[in-house]
T-cell receptor, first 113, second 117 residues
Framework: AQSVSQHNHHVILSEAASLELGCNYS??????LFWYVQYPGQHLQLLLK??????LVKGIKGFEAEFIKSKFSFNLRKPSVQWSDTAEYFC???????????FGTGTRLKVLA | DGGITQSPKYLFRKEGQNVTLSCEQN?????MYWYRQDPGQGLRLIYY???????QKGDIAEGYSVSREKKESFPLTVTSAQKNPTAFYLC????????????????FGPGTRLTVL
């Protein structure tokens, strides 16, 4: 079955700490990968996306993610988090040639000032 | 400004009543989607539409219905058959890419929080 797993449901970090959020997917084909962020009271918005090419992709606000095909993973990273990064983060997969997007259950990040 | 509008932001209904949630986009996107967001469950797909007058069931379509009579509009009706309708509902849209695949990112509306009393 197609699925996306986000292993960390809640993460608490102090400002300036490094962040890595895990995302693993199960899909029998070529995929497009996304990370979305939902800040408190705001719309879901795109952080970054991978379609092809360099497996290390950079997004907004200093975030990056690495696609490791052999591990079916697309982990999100940021070297130094800020209080303003407090939000819920969702990993999503879209199978090539399909219209469906499959979302993970989300990770709530709280950054302490 | 281009974007997706969902109204109302908060909606209250009595149990047993049908209710329709509005979603309008002016991004000229072909594909539109409805998701339900519950705490700890992420976003679950209810229905999606690739083109006007066509739509497909998602993973949790039971108790819901949609229509797509216009490109910019994709209303969702939560019927009395939906056993647990209280939730946060998100509408999204995306461009349909080459070869019919929607490989671009989705754009989301602000959501409607439905509470059934």
């Amino acid at each position: 079955a197609q699925s996306v797993s986000q292993h960390n449901h809640h993460v608490i970090l102090s400002e300036a700490a490094s962040l890595e959020l895990g995302c693993n997917y199960s899909y029998g084909g070529t995929v497009n990968l996304f990370w979305y962020v939902q800040y408190p009271g705001q719309h879901l918005q795109l952080l970054l996306k991978y379609f092809s090419g360099d497996p290390l992709v950079k997004g907004i606000k200093g975030f990056e993610a690495e696609f490791i095909k052999s591990k079916f993973s697309f982990n999100l990273r940021k070297p130094s988090v800020q209080w303003s990064d407090t939000a819920e983060y969702f990993c999503a997969v879209n199978g090539e040639g399909t219209y469906k997007y499959i979302f993970g259950t989300g990770t709530r990040l709280k950054v302490l000032a | 400004d281009g974007g997706i509008t969902q109204s109302p932001k908060y909606l209250f209904r009595k149990e047993g009543q049908n209710v329709t949630l509005s979603c309008e986009q002016n991004l000229n996107h072909d594909a539109m989607y409805w998701y339900r967001q519950d705490p700890g469950q992420g976003l679950r797909l209810i229905y999606y539409s690739q083109i006007v007058n066509d739509f497909q069931k998602g993973d949790i379509a039971e108790g819901y219905s949609v229509s797509r009579e216009k490109k910019e509009s994709f209303p969702l009706t939560v019927t009395s058959a939906q056993k647990n309708p209280t939730a946060f509902y998100l509408c999204a849209s995306s461009i349909v890419g080459l070869a019919g695949s929607s490989y671009n990112e989705q754009f989301f509306g602000p959501g409607t929080r439905l509470t059934v009393l």
